[in-house]
């Protein structure tokens, strides 16, 4: 580290800088001005040379240095940028192909508003993850997807989710999907908002809702859920921009969010585009809007749970068996929820051709 360019001064031109009347500072004064100073006379004019030879010497490094140190602040890259750096890097590294590590956006922004969706039951994320990342995934998605709608009765299609049986599970789907699911830094933001260490898949869904479909009602995952934890948070990512006209999410207000139906005072998500994730807990109200435009509407939706949580004890509800039977089905009530279709998400464990473990 280089001392201050003033440090370097010899003591009598530090002084001459402290009295603006000395002839020496007047000369330096003058050189900065590049303007020229009238010769000292006598014996102290050959001195007088050197030191403003001197000064100018020294002001033209304290100009250099403040400059580099000017250069360095304004071209210091935002952390978007550094992100998309390694992004560029990383693909260069493989051939081009898209690292999902890299492409997605950094967990601190989950973790700052750990408090608003304790609040409000529900946060936003702008900007989240890198939106190639989702375009890499989306045929894939897609594909997957429209598969399992087509096999739907005409309401579930409707609403782009059937209400009486799981559609999608984590071992039934291709690589890519699996990829896109069970993405580290996803799981991560999901850990942060939750405060908690690790968490797992609970089930994803695909709610690709078809141009005039109907409005998904009133209500709260929490009530159909086969564990015993509330820690749990679901992200709902669109694949495509999301307007007001596709059926955005709404939430029940937080004073109101606590109650069944339709709430008195509701807020929605806004428009989203690719790259924007909503995430919102098991507790809070919520429901979709119709999809009034002319254009499919379409979401991934993947729950999460803190990792340590137990199947829940029967109830009777029937959407609640069901999830039991499709996700859980060795496991009883008291069992640890884990299964092949219920990895850890976050921490990333180690993985085997691409399969987590």
């Known amino acids: 580290m280089h001392p201050h360019p003033r440090t370097l001064r010899p003591a009598r031109a530090r002084c001459c800088d402290r009295h603006a009347g000395n002839r020496a500072g007047r000369e330096r004064q003058l050189a900065r001005l590049g303007q020229t100073a009238r010769p000292a006379p006598g014996p102290d004019r050959a001195r007088g040379g050197r030191m403003a030879a001197m000064d100018r010497a020294f002001a033209g490094a304290a100009i250099a240095r403040r400059s580099a140190r000017d250069d360095l602040h304004h071209h210091q890259p935002r952390p978007s940028a550094r992100i998309h ?166 939430f029940a207000a937080p004073e109101t969010r606590d109650g069944a139906g339709p709430p008195a005072r509701a807020v929605t998500t806004g428009a989203m585009e690719p790259g924007d994730i909503s995430f919102h807990l098991a507790r809070t109200l919520h429901c979709g809007g119709a999809n009034t435009s002319d254009a499919m509407r379409e979401a991934i939706a993947i729950c999460f749970y803190a990792d340590g949580a137990r199947i829940s004890a029967d109830d009777g509800a029937p959407f609640r068996a069901a999830m039991r039977a499709h996700y859980f089905a060795e496991l009883e009530p008291g069992d640890r929820a884990r ?19």
């Not at 995934?137 to 997807?145: C, E, F, S, T």
């Not at 069970?182 to 999901?190: K, P, S």
């Open 85 to 250: 750096h390694r992004d560029r890097a990383a693909r260069a590294r493989c051939g081009g192909a898209m690292n999902a590590a890299s492409d997605l956006a950094p967990r601190s922004q989950a973790a700052s508003v750990r408090g608003a969706i304790e609040r409000d039951g529900f946060v936003v994320l702008r900007s989240a993850i890198d939106p190639r990342w989702i375009a890499a995934h989306r045929p894939a998605l897609r594909d997957y997807v429209m598969a399992r709608i087509e096999a739907m009765d005409d309401g579930a299609r409707a609403t782009g989710a059937s209400t009486t049986s799981p559609t999608f599970k984590l071992t039934d789907a291709p690589e890519e999907v699996r990829a896109f699911v069970t993405g580290e830094r996803i799981g991560a933001m999901a850990a942060d908002l939750l405060g908690v260490d690790a968490v797992r898949l609970l089930h994803f869904c695909g709610f690709f809702k078809p141009a005039g479909g109907a409005p998904t009602p009133w209500h709260r995952d929490d009530a159909f859920l086969p564990v015993d934890t509330p820690q749990v948070v679901t992200a709902w990512i669109p694949l495509l921009p999301v307007d007001a006209t596709m059926g955005m999410l709404g």
């Open 339 to 357: 299964s092949d279709a219920n990895p850890v998400v976050f921490p990333a464990p180690p993985r085997v051709s691409g399969v987590p473990q």
